[in-house]
């Protein structure tokens, strides 16, 4: 018999964590389990590759109208005598306003947000909350799960979150899953008493499907100049991905000399910010915001070198895409960057400083050598994770 599971995550519109739930849900065997997946938009560039076989749940009417602008969603609960709604729709946004903390805000609305939605009204074997926060939160409040598993992507450390209300849900979790070794011992420090929970099941990725996809567009996606280095980076438009280092950085190799395109796919919060820094340091030719892409493996497929400029990451999915698609990596030592990269053999690790990734990135443009050395240790690396399905199943059990 077909046990029942239920997947939850806010969104499916841009991230390693969404991305991650696409591969993993594509790996799962239906002849074994019935999926049933919540979000709370309905949109976003990997919707599309939600496997036939997962049923996606409706969102409750309440919600939708809790999501509606501030005084648009306060009329409409209003006009329906729903003043409890009304207030806490009030208070999400006032919240929302007054918190500079984005996970602590997420934290703190929780109990303004679970109003609007209900519980689900079916029972699972197993329910996934599959991203730190809302979604550990609604598996504990709102579903019937015979065992319930929370999901943190991420180094719990540098979120900036208060560990006081996450251990609540935590005690409440039959396990805890985290992404890798590094991870799994911020989160084995910081909740001592749940350490017995936590497992680590990597990330799936595939470097069939990867190396597929990334011949699916054979032009020059960059229009190459004679003698240009390419550079791409993958993240969100996000502090957490340290792209102001990156234009920085940009501006530090195009002073010396190098001719080089830096090219970011992503979107977030700090579009109109790092817009800003490109034009004050005129780089409007050298450093390009390419927004979100559903396919961006011809685009790192077709550059010279990989730039990972982050300030943390739990374990990053485009670092291990680009290590499938064996570009030469530069990656700046966050706590976990020794997790995915051994520098000087599949990548150079640098300081988190400017001037220290235009170093590492000028010695791979200079050091033809060390990028061939780069690219043919990771040629004879065993990089797909399709395995850690079978971690998971054991958990379901």
């Keep these: 018999m077909k046990k029942n599971l239920l997947f939850v995550i806010p969104s499916l519109c ?19 389990y019935n999926v049933d997946l919540f979000f709370l938009k309905h949109d976003g560039i990997f919707v599309e590759f939600i496997p036939e076989h997962v049923q996606v749940l409706s969102l409750p009417e309440s919600y939708k109208l809790f999501a509606l602008p501030l005084n648009k969603s306060i009329m409409k609960f209003l006009l329906k005598g729903n003043i409890s709604l009304a207030y806490n729709r009030l208070m999400f946004a ?41 979604s550990v939160y609604f598996c504990v409040d ?18 900036g979150m208060n560990p006081d209300f996450d251990i609540k849900y935590f005690k409440k979790l039959n396990n805890i899953v985290t992404v ?13 008493s749940e350490k017995e929970k936590i497992d680590v099941v990597y990330n799936i990725v595939s470097p069939t499907m990867i190396n597929i996809m990334a011949s699916q567009d054979n032009r020059d996606v960059y229009n190459k100049g004679k003698d240009e280095i390419v550079i791409i980076s993958v ?65 790192i497929k077709q550059a010279d070198i990989y730039a990972q400029t982050s300030k943390f990451e739990g374990k990053s999915i485009a670092l291990d895409e680009a290590k499938i698609l064996k570009k030469p990596i530069v990656v700046t030592n966050y706590s976990t960057a020794k997790d995915q990269i051994n520098d000087d053999v599949d990548g150079i690790i640098v300081d988190m400083q400017p001037d220290a990734i235009a170093d590492g990135i000028e010695k791979l443009i200079k050091d033809i050598s060390l990028r061939n050395k780069l690219t043919n240790n990771l040629a004879q690396l065993k990089l797909g994770t399709e395995e850690e399905i079978n971690k998971l199943y054991k958990l379901f059990q």
């Excluded at 841009?14 to 074994?32: C, F, I, R």
């Excluded at 109003?115 to 996934?128: F, G, H, Q, R, V």
């Excluded at 910010?273 to 961006?296: R, Y």
């Design 94 to 134: 006032l919240k929302n306003r007054n918190k500079k903390n984005i996970s602590l805000r997420e934290q703190y609305n929780w109990k303004h947000l679970k109003k609007s939605l209900e519980e689900i009204n079916k029972t699972y074997d197993a329910a996934i909350g599959f991203l730190e926060k809302t």
């Design 142 to 159: 709102k579903v019937n799960a015979t065992k319930k598993i929370g999901w943190i992507h991420i180094d719990y450390d540098k979120l």
């Design 235 to 299: 993240g969100r438009l996000h502090y957490q991905k340290g792209f102001e280092m990156a234009i920085e950085a940009c501006k530090i190799l195009k002073e010396r000399g190098n001719k080089i395109k830096w090219n970011i796919i992503g979107e977030g919060e700090e579009r109109e910010k790092l817009t800003n820094l490109i034009k004050v340091n005129k780089l409007e030719d050298n450093f390009k915001l390419l927004g979100l892409k559903a396919n961006p493996y011809p685009f």
């Design 14 to 32: 841009a991230g390693g964590a969404e991305k991650s739930l696409v591969n993993l849900l594509n790996q799962v065997d239906y002849n074994l």
């Design 180 to 192: 890798s070794e590094e991870c799994a011992n911020i989160l084995k420090e910081k909740f001592p």
